[in-house]
């Protein structure tokens, strides 16, 4: 299992920083710079590769984010629905495949799951700093896109927040 600290809210436009493992190393950069009108950042490498491209929908009825790859959208993340007892958000995959994200997503402390499975677990417990959370990625997965997921359900609560405040 490998754990990485994510530093929560990414929402200024161009607005950058570092994802880090469990010693503190750098292994992503989170780049938000505004490829567009949409919504949009990067995940890259340390080597500066792009890993994963992510944008907001403009239309939908959801909020909803997609994240590519080489120029194909590999998921679609949509606006939880929620629940007196948890929040749930799916994930499409391109593959046809689906992931949920179950739990308390707008305080961090939620699952990913595949066919029921926990694949990734998002908590803010782990770190003391306020503004940050902490990703365990299961073995055998995707890291950048258990990463991206966590980021875009961060993004997408943040704007629901922002619309309530209004």
Same mark, same amino acid.
Request: with cysteine; net charge negative.
């Given at each position: 299992?490998?754990?990485?600290?994510?530093?929560?809210?990414?929402?200024?436009?161009?607005?950058?920083?570092?994802?880090?493992?469990?010693?503190?190393?750098?292994?992503?950069?989170?780049?938000?710079?505004?490829?567009?009108?949409?919504?949009?950042?990067?995940?890259?490498?340390?080597?500066?590769?792009?890993?994963?491209?992510?944008?907001?929908?403009?239309?939908?009825?959801?909020?909803?984010?997609? &994240?590519?790859?080489? #120029?194909?959208?590999? $998921?679609? +993340?949509?606006? @939880?629905? !929620?629940?007196?007892?948890?929040?749930?958000? *799916?994930?499409?995959?391109?593959?046809?495949?689906?992931?949920?994200?179950?739990?308390?997503?707008?305080?961090?402390?939620?699952? &990913?799951?595949?066919? #029921?499975?926990?694949? $990734?677990? +998002?908590?803010? @417990?782990? !770190?003391?700093?306020?503004?940050?959370?902490? *990703?365990?990625?299961?073995?055998?997965?995707?890291?950048?896109?258990?990463?991206?997921?966590?980021?875009?359900?961060?993004?997408?609560?943040?704007?629901?927040?922002?619309?309530?405040?209004?």
């Amino acid at each position: 299992m490998a754990r990485y600290q994510v530093r929560e809210k990414i929402f200024s436009i161009g607005d950058d920083f570092w994802i880090t493992d469990e010693g503190g190393n750098r292994v992503f950069l989170v780049d938000g710079k505004a490829l567009s009108l949409r919504q949009t950042f990067e995940l890259k490498d340390v080597n500066g590769s792009i890993l994963a491209t992510v944008h907001k929908k403009l239309i939908a009825i959801r909020d909803t984010m997609e &994240i590519e790859h080489d #120029g194909r959208v590999v $998921a679609t +993340v949509r606006k @939880a629905v !929620f629940s007196p007892l948890h929040h749930r958000s *799916v994930i499409d995959l391109a593959d046809g495949g689906q992931l949920e994200a179950v739990g308390n997503i707008l305080d961090k402390e939620f699952d &990913i799951l595949a066919a #029921g499975q926990p694949i $990734a677990h +998002v908590s803010r @417990a782990w !770190f003391r700093l306020r503004d940050t959370y902490g *990703v365990d990625v299961g073995p055998g997965q995707n890291d950048a896109l258990m990463l991206t997921i966590a980021i875009c359900l961060d993004r997408i609560h943040h704007d629901e927040e922002e619309k309530d405040r209004r």
